[in-house]
């Protein structure tokens, strides 16, 4: 195979002034980046960690194969929106390798709006799982989401791809074959309610996560009953009592542990063969490109 040679000059005024224009959008990026990793901010971070939890790209990383990649997608959902109150829209999807197999990971941050779903939250839950039925990826769902945000209903639900789009995919998907897996952190409320129950298995962790239609409150307004969120729907009960969920973790990294354990059980035949890539080293430094680019 021919190789390109390259005739650009480091020292060209040119060059120079592209590098230049190239690091300023980066260091633009770089800023943009770090709003999507700082999730809710320091107070919600703080207000999670008191409930011993663990922030979402801690459990995917915890999730993937150690010194594997994670392709996080569309971290920037949500820039420009909301008064940027909605980073990375309260969600982080991506693709993985979970015990030798390639997966799409669709994971809630509860430090954004306590993982409720917007509408550029729903956008990016289907646009993961369509990308993950067409080549045939199980899905990881990490759930700690209270379900439809309720001051932007309107937004949630109209139209063809709306919240119920993405239940609608995850039982295509499980009737086509491909594994739908999940495991609930937090309160996963209505339709946050859904997700996991409509996987193959799922796994629940304890006193912090809960799966109902309507917590205490919305019971006890309803129907006048007084009940506490565990015996509402807690992780101990919904596992011994009401079946709802397949196993029982004492914490956050115990259920990661069985999720890890569930995929590796799978026997998924792979679409993708990391054997098939074949890469080189470069010809040239990359530092080079900013001033061909810029």
Same mark, same amino acid.
């Given at each position: 195979?021919?190789?390109?040679?390259?005739?650009?000059?480091?020292?060209?005024?040119?060059?120079?002034?592209?590098?230049?224009?190239?690091?300023?959008?980066?260091?633009?990026?770089? !800023?943009?980046?770090?709003?999507?990793?700082?999730?809710?901010?320091?107070?919600?971070?703080?207000?999670?960690?008191?409930?011993?939890?663990?922030?979402?790209? +801690?459990?995917?990383?915890?999730? %993937?194969? =150690?010194?594997?990649?994670?392709?996080?997608?569309?971290?920037?959902?949500?820039?420009?929106?909301?008064?940027?109150?909605?980073?990375?829209?309260?969600?982080?999807?991506?693709?993985?390798?979970?015990?030798?197999?390639?997966?799409?990971?669709?994971?809630?941050?509860? @430090?954004?709006?306590?993982?409720?779903?917007?509408?550029? @939250?729903?956008?990016?839950?289907?646009?993961?799982? +369509? #990308?993950?039925?067409?080549?045939?990826?199980?899905?990881?769902?990490?759930?700690?989401?209270?379900?439809?945000?309720?001051?932007?209903?309107?937004?949630?639900?109209?139209? *063809?791809?709306?919240?119920?789009?993405?239940?609608?995919? *995850?039982?295509?998907?499980? !009737?086509?074959?491909?594994?739908?897996?999940?495991?609930?952190?937090?309160? $996963?409320?209505?339709?946050?309610?859904?997700?996991?129950?409509?996987?193959?298995?799922?796994?629940?962790?304890?006193?912090? $996560? $809960? #799966?109902?239609?309507?917590?205490? *409150?919305?019971?006890?307004?309803?129907?006048?009953?007084?009940?506490?969120? +565990?015996?509402?729907?807690?992780?101990?009960?919904?596992? @011994?009592?009401?079946?709802?969920? +397949?196993?029982?973790? =004492?914490? &956050?990294?115990?259920?990661?542990?069985?999720?890890?354990?569930?995929?590796? !059980?799978?026997?998924?035949?792979?679409?993708?063969?990391?054997?098939?890539?074949? $890469?080189? &080293? =470069?010809?040239?430094? !990359?530092? &080079?490109?900013?001033? %061909?680019?810029?």
């Amino acid at each position: 195979m021919a190789q390109l040679t390259s005739r650009c000059n480091p020292n060209d005024p040119l060059f120079r002034a592209n590098a230049e224009a190239y690091d300023g959008l980066l260091a633009d990026l770089h !800023a943009k980046f770090d709003w999507a990793l700082a999730g809710g901010g320091a107070k919600m971070v703080e207000r999670h960690f008191k409930r011993n939890k663990l922030l979402v790209r +801690d459990r995917i990383d915890l999730l %993937i194969d =150690p010194l594997t990649p994670f392709l996080e997608l569309s971290p920037l959902a949500g820039w420009g929106l909301y008064n940027n109150g909605l980073p990375s829209a309260g969600i982080v999807t991506g693709i993985g390798t979970v015990r030798g197999v390639t997966c799409m990971i669709i994971a809630n941050d509860a @430090t954004v709006k306590g993982g409720s779903f917007f509408k550029e @939250t729903v956008r990016k839950h289907i646009r993961a799982q +369509d #990308i993950a039925q067409e080549n045939r990826l199980p899905v990881v769902y990490l759930v700690d989401c209270g379900g439809a945000n309720l001051q932007n209903l309107e937004d949630v639900f109209p139209d *063809q791809e709306h919240f119920g789009g993405t239940f609608y995919r *995850q039982c295509r998907m499980s !009737a086509e074959g491909i594994p739908q897996v999940a495991a609930v952190f937090g309160e $996963s409320t209505a339709g946050g309610a859904y997700i996991p129950v409509l996987c193959d298995e799922f796994v629940m962790v304890a006193e912090n $996560s $809960s #799966i109902h239609l309507g917590g205490p *409150q919305i019971v006890r307004a309803a129907i006048s009953e007084v009940v506490d969120r +565990d015996s509402l729907g807690g992780a101990l009960m919904h596992t @011994t009592v009401s079946g709802v969920s +397949d196993h029982y973790a =004492p914490d &956050e990294r115990s259920a990661i542990a069985k999720l890890r354990e569930i995929i590796g !059980a799978l026997n998924y035949p792979q679409p993708f063969s990391p054997n098939r890539i074949v $890469s080189r &080293e =470069p010809l040239y430094d !990359a530092s &080079e490109l900013p001033g %061909i680019v810029g």
